[in-house]
């Protein structure tokens, strides 16, 4: 049960709770109150255009996820290491980390699961072994746990920053700095729901910290590496774009510009995973070496540059 008291004035209550649980989408929140989850002051609201005031009580019930049939799948998986404890992969393009709604097969999972026998059961039913996420058109390397012990511990590397994410990214225009730091707090977007946004913590934004450095300039365009502090949804595609610099490809945060390469998602790639072994405690670094795409975009900007 989630309960608090509203600090806004009159306030249509689908678009006041959307603003305070970032982590529901908007629809997903008017079926909570159609479905009779939500309570204000006491009394059952239906209406998702009813409208709560300042000191209004609103209690919302989350029914419990109804857990999906994972189903083992025999796709082919590139695997940069893998020993009893943890496997990491190079994620290909297109491939979603996890079955939701709308994806229910040709997950990472799917593949794993039919890779792994000892999955099943590691951090719940719907994202088994899943310590952290890659977005679907970002490649690169991805670790999941096969035991436990190692979903706790590498989950932990996490949270503390521990453990190293390294990605390049060609981004449009040329930053005048060799590097920096972006340290702005990122939220769901207060209108379209499936992007993230610079939102201020005061109103539900969490703190992101990117680091970034030049690697190539090419032209109008620049090869960056990144360096994730933390590990918001979508991160560096919108620390980019608030640079003034979206990456090349980003369907959602760039302008969509064609540059004439065929690009299967944004120019993205975690290319180095670095961590501590969760049993031997000795620290082990995965490199995914860059998708087909991403080097011919580079060869192709590279060329324009020096023409």
Known sequence: MIEFYVEESDIRIDRYLADQLPDLSRSRIQKLIESGHVQVNGELCQ??????????????????????????EAIALD????????????????????????????????ALLA?????PGINGIQRPGIVHRLDKDTTGAIVVAKTEAAFHHLQEQFRTKTARRDYYAIVYGAPKQESGTVDQPIGRHPVDRQKQAIVPEEKGGRRAITHWKIKERLGNYTLLEFELETGRTHQIRVHSAFMGNPIVGDPLYSSGRSIGVNLPGQA????????????REEWIEAIAPLPESFT???DVLRRRSQS
């Open 79 to 110: 695997i940069l290491y893998e020993d009893d404890s943890l496997i990491i992969v190079n994620k290909t393009a297109g491939m979603v980390v996890h079955p939701s709604a709308g994806h229910d097969s040709g997950t990472l999972v799917n």
């Open 268 to 279: 993205l790639h975690a290319w180095r995973l670095k961590l501590i072994h969760p049993v």
């Open 115 to 119: 890779h792994c026998e000892s999955l």
């Open 47 to 72: 209406s998702k255009k009813a409208e709560v005031a300042d000191g209004d009580f609103i209690q919302i019930e989350l029914p419990e996820a109804q857990p999906l049939e994972l189903k083992p």
């Open 296 to 298: 011919k975009l580079a």
